[in-house]
């Protein structure tokens, strides 16, 4: 086995069946704390009020 060969095989020993579900899980858990802390920010600052009103306000305008 050449040097090429040694370096872009896996190193691993083990069995790595789960691993890329404990990442998905990870992941989405990281996604979900972002997601968590963006909304308690803007409710806290009304701004998905203002955004709804502005939203409806301009279909409103655009319906008649």
Do not use: C, N, P
């Not at 020993?13 to 963006?38: F, M, N």
């Amino acid at each position: 086995m050449g040097f090429k060969d040694r370096i872009f095989t896996s190193t691993s020993r083990g069995d790595d069946s789960g691993q890329t579900t404990a990442e998905y899980a990870l992941l989405t858990g990281v996604i979900a704390l972002i997601i968590a802390a963006v909304a308690a920010w803007a409710t806290g600052t009304g701004k998905i009020g203002g955004l709804l009103d502005a939203v409806f306000d301009h279909l409103v305008d655009a319906a008649g």
